[in-house]
């Protein structure tokens, strides 16, 4: 299993960027682990996320406001049950409630009203697990999260790169790649 982790934090200078290293993914114990390398990466941040892509297929997100109040939100539950790395990043959280994407609320240039909906890019059944809101106040609504990793042939890194772009933050992280 191949995993890309890129840390993410906004303080008073900007956004600050870099991949971060979890370790091999069977050592990771838990999520709280993981926030603790994201919090060590900038101790003053005022929002703090980690982006890991792992293989390709799935997505986990977490956040940090401050250091503190830990939100996680997972692509599909799939993660949980096919890698340690999922289990530890995922494994205690649940799945939203299920959402009604509306058309309107997809707003990617190439995204085409009259086309037929889009398959999730996990496949029909995937599942995500977490909190689809934990990006809403920085510009990235729960079911545009949702929609995003739903996309047919957007990949974790797509879904990533978009998020990015609404942070402002695309460039550097394409540059850690």
Known sequence: MSYFAAAVARGPKGWAVAELDL????????????AELLRDFDTEAEVSLLFVEVDDEYLAILRLD????LRVF?????FVDESPLGAALLGDEDR?????????????????????????????DAEPVGDPE?????GVPGKRLLALCAGEGLMPSDVTAEICAVLGCADDVEELR
Request: aromatic fraction near 4%; hydrophobic fraction near 30%; charged fraction near 40%.
């Open 66 to 69: 401050e250091g503190e109040d």
């Open 23 to 34: 370790g091999r993914p069977s050592e990771l114990s838990d999520v709280e682990e993981a």
């Open 96 to 124: 939203p409630e299920q959402v009604d994407l509306p058309d309107d609320d997809y707003e990617s240039d190439d995204y085409d009203a009259d086309a037929e909906p889009a398959a999730p890019a996990n496949g029909d």
């Open 74 to 78: 997972g692509s599909d539950a799939a």
């Open 134 to 138: 934990l990006l809403a106040d920085l």
